[in-house]
């Protein structure tokens, strides 16, 4: 029987929330000023006291919004779903789409309300403002649009902040079939009414996720007389956080100033406790839920922009590095590799990790068992070497070759017809590619028929998802070059089992189940006490199925599941890092190992110690 579990430590850290699907929960909002005149905002997991539809606070004292420089006022959202409202005596209509939400404010200062609009169009949200004449308003003129709104979505509350004679922000909590989001619209209120930017918060995607806030105030940042408005971005989580953002007041417009979220994260890198890495996973957490160069997806959209710029990769890499020594220092080999692999890039600022996880590896004696034949392979494919049996070696193909662990030498086999394709049980499909789609990792697969002589003949007809993967940044979703799409994070499919196919990233594995009907494919993780789906092709697994091993860019990775869990690096002594390691392959007994690298087939007779 399958079991699922959590991901491991490395997953939690740098994939939350994107292996496995989106489940966003209802959203909870509190628009009231605290003591110190800040305005919160934000979102929780679903089932802590998510509200229903609302408007925003009770209707002030007439104007009240004449007083903001006093500090940040709740704004009067008069809610309605009409095209047409009477908002103080005079009629307010729009020619097009549905007012859902009126703020009364005066911008002008001349004692007559004029009104901030939320206005809903088939394909889109409108801000606009409606200038009051006599005993009407004029026809609302739009501002701008708030981002990602479509005829399925429903406004489930509207808010409004009067922060001063220079701001205003409303706030519109959005769900569109589930997923829910909050985005809070900047506004400038003196002269002419302006739309200046947008914060939108995305949800958690489970309870055990950090909730986000906003809170906005006003801070004369950079000295010049003008109040500048500020915006705090609460994590909760343990530690909780505030990220303090400031968007500098300038003429006619406002600007986003990094410095600010720069040395906050450069501070709390240099936070140290016992374990040495705290400040280090902290800056890692903060940099993925609020950093436009986020490796899990930034929950914050400035804009149309997911993440707010941080300008603070060099922190965040720095971080990764120290959570990754920290490690391979205490043993975590495999803990250490994910987060090179994280890291993402190449070079001497990577070197001092590279190092760390070199010194953990055991060092373990080969032989060499001559060169590979030229064997054509796909993409993805079984190693073109395999134990048949703990004392046999065979090479796949056409005419298979064997290698006797006892006495030496190959000898030519008798013809099998078993290839290096992945084909399902039945021999009906085979997976033809394994590539990078944007922010995940896909499996393509087509008729079996069509696999001949290691090529794959005719289109990929389906496609399993293996695993969420981190945002490819500057590369639109769609447009994933060729030199991209190999980029596979890691991930191996070790074969293809009557329950499903079988997908490894070091200590993970999932299994795919095919879509059943008009249902789509699903990657359920295996838990780790829990052994390999059977049967998988001979070499993949030992005979338990708890054992496995996989290549990795610093040596073979060793991974034996179930109630005695172990983790092991191998670094064969005759290996040159320069030289890929591929077609790893395991003994039934687990004792020996074989691979290939350099174009010649190698065997570690034993490495263990039992």
């Known amino acids: 029987m399958m079991m699922t579990t959590a991901p491991s430590i490395s997953t939690r850290l740098l994939f939350a929330g994107l292996l496995l699907g989106l489940a966003w929960a209802s959203p909870g909002c509190d628009s009231k000023s605290d003591e110190q005149g800040k305005v919160p905002f934000g979102l929780r997991p679903k089932g802590k006291d998510a509200p229903g539809p609302e408007s925003g606070d009770p209707d002030p004292a007439p104007n009240a919004g004449k007083k903001a420089d006093n500090g940040p006022k709740p704004l009067a959202a008069l809610a309605t779903e009409s095209p047409r409202v009477d908002v103080e005596g005079s009629t307010l209509s729009t020619s097009e789409g549905e007012i859902l939400a009126v703020f009364p404010v005066d911008p002008d200062g001349d004692g007559d309300r004029d009104a901030f609009v939320l206005v809903r169009h088939p394909e889109r949200l409108a801000i606009a403002f409606g200038e009051r004449l006599e005993e009407s308003f004029a026809a609302p003129k739009s501002l701008g649009t ?38 809070h619209v900047v506004l400038s209120r003196d002269g002419k009414p302006r739309l200046l930017d947008t914060l939108t918060l995305l949800a958690p995607e489970s309870d055990q996720d950090s909730e986000l806030g906003l809170e906005f105030a006003l801070k004369d940042t950079d000295g010049d007389g003008t109040d500048d408005l500020q915006a705090a971005v609460s994590v909760n989580g343990t530690p909780p956080f505030r990220l303090e953002t400031s968007w500098l007041n300038r003429a006619g417009s406002i600007a986003l100033d990094s410095t600010g979220i720069q040395k906050q994260l450069a501070s709390l890198l240099s936070a140290k406790d016992s374990a040495g890495s705290a400040g280090s996973r902290e800056v890692v957490r903060i940099f993925n839920l609020l950093c436009d160069h986020s490796r899990t997806g930034a929950r914050i959209l400035a804009g149309p922009q997911r993440g707010l710029r941080c300008h603070s990769d060099d922190i965040a890499l720095a971080a990764l590095l120290e959570m990754g020594i920290d490690h391979a220092d205490k043993g975590e080999v495999m803990e250490a590799v994910a987060l090179q692999r994280a890291i993402d890039r190449e070079g001497q600022r990577t070197e001092p990790l590279q190092k760390a996880i070199e010194k953990r590896a055991q060092q373990v004696a080969t032989e060499s068992l001559g060169p590979l034949p030229a064997l054509a392979t796909l993409p993805v494919h079984l190693p073109r070497i395999a134990f048949q049996d703990p004392n046999t070696l065979i090479l796949r193909g056409d005419l298979e070759k064997r290698y006797d662990l006892s006495t030496g030498g190959w000898t030519d086999g008798t013809p099998s017809g078993r290839g290096t394709a992945i084909v399902d049980p039945q021999g009906q499909t085979a997976i033809v590619a394994l590539e990078r789609e944007c922010d995940r990792i896909v499996a393509r697969t087509g008729p079996a028929s069509d696999v001949m002589a290691g090529a794959f003949l005719g289109k990929p007809q389906g496609e399993l998802p293996i695993a969420r993967a981190a945002p490819l940044a500057d590369v639109p ?26 997908a490894a990233n070091l200590d993970q594995v999932v299994v795919i189940e095919p879509p059943r009907g008009e249902g789509a494919a699903t990657a359920i993780p295996l838990d780790k006490t829990a052994p390999l789906p059977a049967p998988l092709p001979s070499g993949t697994a030992t005979q338990d199925g708890l054992t496995y091993a996989l290549p990795t860019p610093f040596g073979i990775a060793v991974i034996t599941r179930g109630a005695r869990p172990r983790e092991v690096l191998l670094r064969p002594a005759s290996w040159k890092a320069a030289q890929p390691l591929s077609d790893v392959t395991i003994s039934p007994d687990g004792r020996a190992i074989a691979y290939v690298a350099g174009g010649s087939i190698h065997l570690v007779r034993s490495w263990r110690s039992d």
Request: net charge negative.
């Open 477 to 502: 979703c769609g447009q994933v070059p060729a030199s991209l799409r190999t980029r596979t994070d890691g991930w191996h499919v070790l074969g293809w089992a009557p329950q499903g196919v079988v």
């Open 146 to 183: 708030i981002p990602w709104t479509g005829p399925s979505c429903q406004v489930t509350q509207a808010t409004g902040q009067d922060l001063s004679k220079h701001f205003v922000v409303l706030g519109a909590t959005i769900d569109c079939d589930g997923d829910v989001r909050q985005t």
